[in-house]
Nanobody, 119 residues
Framework: QVQLVESGGGLVQAGGSLRLSCAAS????????MGWFRQAPGKGREFVAALYWSGGSTSYTDSVKGRFIITVDNAKNTVYLQMNSLKPEDTATYYC????????????WGQGTQVTVSS
């Protein structure tokens, strides 16, 4: 079955950087979109970034544009989220997700990794 396993979260000071990883297994993901979402305490889950596994355009929520970068390493079957210039408001649990094609639902989710940014 599909497995998405996130890692790389932690505690960092404001202005610092972290790189999250999402190791994907269980099928060929070439037709999938891969995304990162986050959920802060007391808030709903929000979209952060996404890309097509096979390449092409990326998308970001406005609050992370210019600071976060989503990439994929096909050889390692891993999706990354490079997070720079972190702010306290980026504190959340970050989740990796997968969706089939351009219109598919986000059917597969990882367990999440905690990111805490101190001021």
């Amino acid at each position: 079955q599909v497995q998405l396993v996130e890692s790389g979260g932690g505690l960092v000071q404001a202005g610092g950087s972290l790189r999250l990883s999402c190791a994907a297994s269980g099928r060929t993901f070439s037709s999938y979109r891969m995304g990162w979402f986050r959920q802060a305490p007391g808030k709903g889950r929000e979209f952060v970034a996404a890309l097509y596994w096979s390449g092409g355009s990326t998308s970001y929520t406005d609050s992370v544009k210019g600071r976060f970068i989503i990439t994929v390493d096909n050889a390692k079957n891993t999706v990354y989220l490079q997070m720079n210039s972190l702010k306290p408001e980026d504190t959340a649990t970050y989740y990796c997700a997968a969706a089939m094609g351009a219109r598919g639902m986000w059917d597969y989710w990882g367990q999440g990794t905690q990111v805490t940014v101190s001021s």
